[in-house]
């Protein structure tokens, strides 16, 4: 990849605005974190994102670190 391409890659990659998300406690079990891999409890304090894709709380903070967009879906 040729560094103008890299560069326009970069800049289009931290444009973009941090999802927001709606934070909840799981009422019930609900399949797995797709970040972690571990089960999503009931109990657990989950991020619930615009796409309705939901991740441990802990999880999506530490992926919003790195990336902008849900993990599933990467060009929404």
């Known amino acids: 990849m040729a560094s103008d391409e890299i560069e326009k890659h970069l800049l289009v990659c931290f444009s973009k605005t941090r999802l927001t998300y709606n934070k909840d406690i799981l009422s019930r079990d609900s399949g797995e974190c797709a970040i972690c891999l571990e089960e999503l409890e009931q109990g657990d304090t989950i991020a619930r994102l615009p ?3 939901i991740y441990h709380k802990g999880c999506i903070d530490a992926w919003f670190d790195v990336n902008r ?3 599933e879906h ?3």
């Open 51 to 53: 796409c309705l894709c």
């Open 69 to 71: 967009s849900c993990p």
């Open 74 to 76: 990467p060009g929404d």
